[in-house]
C-alpha cells in the first residue's frame, strides 16, 4: 500500500478537523461531493458536515473571511484553487494577516494552500511559483514540501503555528509521488533536510525540482562525484546554517528553484553564502530558476521553460570543472 502526496494533505486536513474543532476548510467548489479542483477535500464535507465551506469566487473575500474567523479564535485552512489567483488576496494576506500582529499583538492563525508550479498545458495563468514573493513580505511563513512526509506533517504544523502560513504545494507532486506511509513526526519547520550527503557540490533545492536534482546526483554518483542535496523544505524561514555547513563541506554551490529568476529564495540563499560564508567557496556559487518569461502552454516549451535533470546536470558540470 502506497500513499500519493495529494492523499497525504487530504489526510493531514482529516487529521486537523478530527482533532481541534476550531480547524475548518474554507474554498471555490471544497464541499459537497466535488472536492475542490484536485479533490485535496473529496469526502471531507461529509465526514465534517458544515466544517468545509464552499465560498463565493473571491480569492479576496475568502482571505478576509478567514482572517475575521481566526481573530475569533479560528483556525482555518483557505485552499486557492491555483497559486496563481492568489494575487488577487494579496492585500488580504500580505497587509492584513501578515501585519496585524505587529499593529495589535493579536495572531492570525491562517492557513492559505496554494497549489503551485507547472503541469503540461496549463499555461501562466495555472503555473506560477509565488514562495519568493510571499517570502519577501515580513509575518508570513511559506513552507515548501516536496515529500510526502513533509507535506503532512508541515500541514499539520502550519495550522498550529499562530502566524499565517503560505502552503506551498507542488501539483506535480500530486500524483507522482508515493510514499509507502505517512510519518508520526518531522523536521520542524524552518529547519533543512540533507536529501543526499557530498562531498564535491552543494545543490540547494526545494518542491518539485528538489527531485530532478536528486536525479542529478544519481547521475553524477556513477562518474565519481558525489553531489550533496539540501532540501529547504521551507523558504521562510530560511536556513542559512545548514547551508553553510553543506558549503563548508562541499566549497562549491548551486541553487534551483522553479520560480521566476528575478530576485528570490535561489537569490537569497546566494546572498547570504556570500556574506557570511564567502571564505568557504572555491567557485562563484551559480543558481537557475524558470526562464523569465511568462510559462508556455505546450508541453515541449513548458518542459524546456523550468529547470529539468538536464539543465541543473550542464550547470553542475560547469561548477565541478571550476
Not at 23 to 39: E, H, L, N, R
Not at 164 to 180: I, Q, S
Not at 290 to 313: Q, S, V
Amino acid at each position: 500500500m502506497s500513499i500519493t502526496y495529494l492523499e497525504a494533505i487530504r489526510e493531514a486536513q482529516a487529521k486537523l478537523l478530527r482533532d481541534d474543532d476550531r480547524v475548518f476548510i474554507y474554498g471555490q467548489d471544497v464541499g459537497g461531493s466535488f472536492g475542490g479542483a484536485f479533490k485535496a477535500t473529496k469526502g471531507l464535507a461529509k465526514e465534517f458536515p458544515g466544517r468545509v465551506l464552499n465560498t463565493p469566487i473571491s480569492e479576496d473575500a475568502m482571505v478576509g473571511t478567514a482572517i475575521g474567523a481566526a481573530l475569533e479564535g479560528m483556525r482555518p485552512i483557505v485552499e486557492m484553487q491555483f497559486a496563481d489567483f492568489s494575487s488577487t488576496a494579496l492585500n488580504q494576506i500580505l497587509n492584513n494577516a501578515g501585519t496585524h500582529y505587529w499593529r495589535t499583538n493579536v495572531p492570525v492563525p491562517i492557513t492559505v494552500r496554494l497549489p503551485s508550479g507547472g503541469t503540461k498545458g496549463s499555461g501562466p495563468f495555472h503555473s506560477q511559483s509565488m514562495e519568493s514573493l510571499y517570502a519577501h513580505y515580513p509575518g508570513l511563513i511559506v513552507m515548501t514540501p516536496a515529500t510526502v512526509e513533509d507535506v503532512y506533517t508541515m500541514l499539520i504544523e502550519a495550522v498550529a503555528i499562530d502566524d499565517p502560513v503560505v502552503f506551498c504545494e507542488h501539483k506535480y507532486l500530486y500524483y507522482h509521488l508515493k510514499a509507502d506511509k505517512l510519518p508520526t513526526e518531522g523536521l520542524p519547520t524552518g529547519q533543512a533536510r540533507i536529501a543526499r550527503e557530498g562531498r564535491d557540490l552543494t545543490i540547494v533545492a526545494y518542491s518539485a525540482v528538489l527531485h530532478e536534482c536528486l536525479a542529478v546526483a544519481e547521475q553524477f554518483a556513477r562518474e565519481g562525484f558525489e553531489i550533496e542535496v539540501v532540501d529547504l523544505r521551507s523558504v521562510k524561514p530560511l536556513d542559512t546554517d545548514t547551508v553553510l555547513a553543506s558549503v563548508a563541506r562541499t566549497g562549491r554551490l548551486l541553487c534551483v528553484g522553479e520560480s521566476f529568476p528575478w530576485g528570490g529564495a535561489t537569490a537569497e540563499v546566494i546572498a547570504r553564502v556570500t556574506s557570511e560564508g564567502f571564505h568557504l567557496l572555491d567557485a562563484a556559487p551559480q543558481r537557475i530558476n524558470a526562464r523569465d518569461t511568462p510559462i508556455p502552454y505546450h508541453p515541449n516549451l513548458w518542459a524546456a521553460h523550468r529547470p529539468n535533470a538536464k539543465t541543473i546536470a550542464a550547470k553542475a558540470r560547469n561548477l565541478l570543472q571550476e
